[in-house]
C-alpha cells in the first residue's frame, strides 16, 4: 500500500510565491517519474511539471521561468516551487508517481494524490 500527501497550497495574492510538497510512504522499492497536475474549475487537469528518476525536468509552457520542480529521492518527496503566481495559476494540484513495488516480480504503479486548492488573487 502506497500513500501520497500533500501540502502547501492555500490563498497568495498575484505575485506570491508558495511551495508544495508531496510525500510518499508505504511499500516503495523505487519511484520513478514524479509529477504535478492542475485542474482549474471547468478544465481539464494538464501537466504543470514533471522530473525524471535522474531529475530531468519538463514544464508546461505557461509556467516556465516561475515554477521550479524537484525530488528528494531519501524522502521520497516531490516539491514544487512556484513563484511569480497569476490568477491563472488558480486550481487544484495533484502531484502523480510512478512506484516500483515488489522485489521478487517488480511492478509499477501510478499514484495521484488527494490534491491541494492554490488560489491566487488579484
Known amino acids: 500500500q502506497v500513500r501520497l500527501v500533500e501540502s502547501g497550497g492555500g490563498l497568495v495574492q498575484a505575485g506570491g510565491s508558495l511551495r508544495l510538497s508531496c510525500a510518499a510512504s508505504?511499500?516503495?522499492?523505487?519511484?520513478?517519474?514524479m509529477g504535478w497536475y492542475r485542474q482549474a474549475p471547468g478544465k481539464q487537469r494538464e501537466l504543470v511539471a514533471a522530473?525524471?528518476?535522474?531529475?530531468?525536468?519538463n514544464y508546461a509552457d505557461s509556467v516556465k521561468g516561475r515554477f521550479t520542480i524537484s525530488r528528494d529521492n531519501v524522502k521520497n518527496t516531490v516539491y514544487l516551487q512556484m513563484t511569480s503566481l497569476m490568477p491563472e495559476d488558480t486550481a487544484v494540484y495533484y502531484c502523480?508517481?510512478?512506484?516500483?513495488?515488489?522485489?521478487?516480480?517488480?511492478?509499477?504503479?501510478?499514484?495521484w494524490g488527494q490534491g491541494t486548492q492554490v488560489t491566487v488573487s488579484s
Open positions: 502523480n508517481v510512478d512506484i516500483i513495488s515488489g522485489t521478487v516480480v517488480p511492478f509499477v504503479v501510478n499514484y
Open positions: 508505504g511499500s516503495i522499492s523505487r519511484i520513478n517519474a
Open positions: 522530473i525524471t528518476s535522474d531529475s530531468s525536468t
